[in-house]
């Protein structure tokens, strides 16, 4: 099948590359030129594991292209796939307008049916809005073009997306037209040998089913976050609350790990997105702001720790930083809590020492060479004449380190985990100061 993908970020990339991997002719268009001249040349703008491989392999095999003309897009694909950013506008709601400029370039190139499928995350109504513009568009031209417009919505999590892709819990696919419920259908078939996944349903409630996702599953981890808050009071662990709530599988294991906040592209901008939508038509959903409020609060908690850990003088003094990503097997920092940890201690009069395994350039992209910022060859080196440790990505490689060095590195032995990767009792047994999220008391929220 031919299928057309306007947005070559993570999520276009990744749908274009898998799409074209079990078989069909892809065309990626995106309307940035630097990106599209990397593409061709095979040079892949994000770190995605096995993206490389699969975008070289189907470029190779002429399935999959990449461009900037929209007309050659909408020309190719009788799926139109919308895969562009939808990040908040000014009040918190999701802003549009790439994917309204999506539609009207379709609608201003279209000669044949086309079926229009939302793949960004966007808020009920939407698929209304991008009817209204195709509409629009065609009705200017006096063109009687025929098209559906479909919402299938995208669950995938960075640094795991080829697999959630290629593997999917499900595919939400929201339609009013029982013909493009069957052609969505056989596109998504590969994917769906071993059961049935897709659950067609109506446009509107495909839609919501994205953003409840993503809520539940922010909601889970700020509630963790408030109960880890609460056991430093009552000199509880939350590692122990943890594993023996998780142990019922009415709980279950899975996004209850608490640590110093929620990051990311989605979880932020969705729960917000939602709260908008709900205040939109009156109805005040108090458990999103909360959740949200909560995650604001969380991030600055490594800050608090370390502030009163050193008397409040910060200034002057180093602090190495473990992880900038906001959260393993990715280079994306948006939103990630190492910002605004960063910030903090920058402000306070602080130098940080930073590594990442993959996120140096982004960090560099984003903070250029600010004066209170070095970023590291190694984790052991972002140690040297550094006051305190503070841990805020569980990468692998930050799991198990040589504590005896990093004592002898380190000008006092404190470490500041955000991620709960170590044991406060063997720590302190070695004579470090350890602050974890919610191990015992040590309440500094
Ligand atoms: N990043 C993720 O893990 C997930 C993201 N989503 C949702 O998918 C959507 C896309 O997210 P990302 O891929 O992360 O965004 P991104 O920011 O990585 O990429 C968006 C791309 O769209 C391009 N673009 C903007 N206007 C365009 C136009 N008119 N025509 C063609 N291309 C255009 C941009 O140049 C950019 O390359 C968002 O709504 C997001 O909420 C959903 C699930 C997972
Ligand atoms: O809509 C989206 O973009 C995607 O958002 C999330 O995926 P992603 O943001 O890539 O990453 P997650 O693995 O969900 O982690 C998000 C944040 O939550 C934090 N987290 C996660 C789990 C947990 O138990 N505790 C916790 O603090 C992570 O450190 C990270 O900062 C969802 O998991 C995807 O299903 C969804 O498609």
Redesign the pocket.
């Known amino acids: 099948m031919k299928v057309t993908i306007y947005g070559s970020g993570?999520?276009g990339l990744v749908t274009g590359a898998c799409l074209a991997e079990v078989g069909n002719q892809v065309l990626c268009v995106d309307v940035d030129a630097d990106k599209i001249d990397a593409l061709n040349r095979g040079e892949i703008p994000i770190h995605e594991p096995g993206l490389d491989e699969l975008i070289h392999a189907n470029m190779k095999s002429g399935r999959l292209a990449f461009s900037l003309d929209a007309k050659q897009g909408v020309d190719h694909g009788l799926f139109q796939f919308i895969a562009v950013g939808t990040p908040p506008d000014e009040d918190g709601s999701a802003d549009l307008r790439h994917v309204l400029t999506v539609a009207r370039s379709i609608a201003e190139h279209m000669t044949d049916y086309r079926i229009i499928v939302n793949k960004s995350?966007v808020p009920v109504g939407t698929a209304d809005a991008v009817r209204d513009a195709v509409q629009n568009g065609l009705t200017e031209r006096a063109s009687q073009g025929d098209f559906d417009v479909v919402s299938n919505p995208?669950?995938?999590?960075?640094?795991a997306a080829i697999e959630?892709f290629m593997k999917p819990d499900r595919v939400v696919v929201g339609t009013d037209n029982p013909r493009t419920g069957e052609l969505m259908r056989a596109l998504y078939a590969p994917f769906n040998r071993n059961h049935d996944r897709v659950m067609l349903m109506d446009i509107r409630s495909a839609e919501l089913t994205?953003y409840a996702?993503?809520a539940m599953?922010?909601t889970?981890?700020s509630f963790?976050?408030e109960l880890a808050n609460l056991a430093e009071h009552l000199d509880a662990d939350i590692e122990e609350v943890r594993r023996g709530i998780g142990a019922d599988p009415r709980i279950g294991y899975?996004?209850?790990?608490?640590?110093c906040?929620?990051?990311?592209?989605?979880?932020p901008k969705?729960v917000k997105a939602l709260e908008r939508t709900a205040r939109q038509v009156g109805f005040n959903a108090e458990l999103l702001g909360a959740v949200e409020a909560v995650n604001e609060r969380q991030k600055d908690v490594l800050f608090s720790k370390i502030h009163h850990h050193f008397d409040g003088q910060l200034s002057g003094r180093t602090v190495a930083l473990w992880g900038l990503a906001?959260?393993p097997n990715?280079d994306?920092m948006r939103e990630?809590?190492s910002r605004k940890l960063m910030e903090a201690l920058w402000q306070a009069g602080a130098k940080v020492r930073a590594y990442d395994p993959v996120a140096m350039d982004e960090c560099r992209r984003i903070y250029g060479d600010h004066p209170a910022l070095e970023l590291c060859e190694t984790h052991e080196h972002a140690l040297q004449d550094a006051d305190a440790l503070a841990i805020v990505?569980?990468w692998n490689v930050f799991r198990s380190p040589d504590f005896e060095s990093l004592r002898q590195h380190l000008k006092q032995p404190v470490i500041f985990d955000g991620?709960n990767l170590y044991d406060p009792e063997m720590l302190d047994k070695s004579g470090f100061s350890y602050y974890g999220i919610g191990r015992g008391k040590n309440a500094t929220s």
């Open positions: 993570y999520v995350t995208e669950f995938l999590k960075e640094g959630d994205k996702a993503n599953l922010a889970k981890i963790m976050n899975h996004f209850i790990y608490p640590g906040g929620y990051g990311g592209s989605c979880f969705d906001f959260k990715t994306d990630a809590s990505t569980e991620r």
